[in-house]
């Protein structure tokens, strides 16, 4: 597969899956052999199906999110994305009330590549910036000083 190819792929988890809810995303770009790390997470297996609830269950308090692929870089079997996902937070998610705000959460991804299919995934975003934009957390106003 050429670094073009695998950017394709890594684009398809964001825009078509993640972005638009697509499932049927996941059984295209997924290997079943492939393992997730993500920091809040213990490691993921059970691809593409444990990839598909995580949709389901990520995109119900903010159905209306748009996920924007900000800048990618790939080379040989792997690419890195950084991405925003913005949207309204319209209903519940644990401990957190639907506030209807605008929220927006940043992360990046660096997915592996194989034969066409995403066979590992490292994951981070920013958990405390969604929490500030869900106004769980003040958001800090000024420069920081030292």
């Known amino acids: 597969m050429s670094l073009d190819e695998n950017k394709a792929i890594a684009r398809r988890h964001f825009e078509e899956l993640w972005g638009k809810g697509n499932l049927s995303v996941a059984d295209e770009i997924y290997d079943p052999s492939c393992v997730g790390h993500c920091a809040n997470f213990p490691d993921q297996t059970g691809y593409p199906e444990s990839e598909k609830q995580l949709v389901m269950r990520d995109r119900a308090p903010a159905p209306d999110q748009i996920i924007t692929v900000e800048d990618q870089i790939a080379e040989g079997d792997k690419v890195l994305t950084r991405w925003l996902c913005r ?60």
């Open 87 to 146: 949207g309204t937070h319209t209903d519940s998610v644990p401990g957190i009330p639907a506030t209807g705000n605008l929220i927006t959460l940043h992360g990046m991804h660096l997915h592996r590549i194989r034969n066409g299919k995403i066979v590992e995934v490292w994951a981070i975003d920013d958990l405390f910036g969604l929490m500030q934009s869900l106004g769980v957390v003040p958001a800090e106003s000024g420069s920081a000083t030292a």
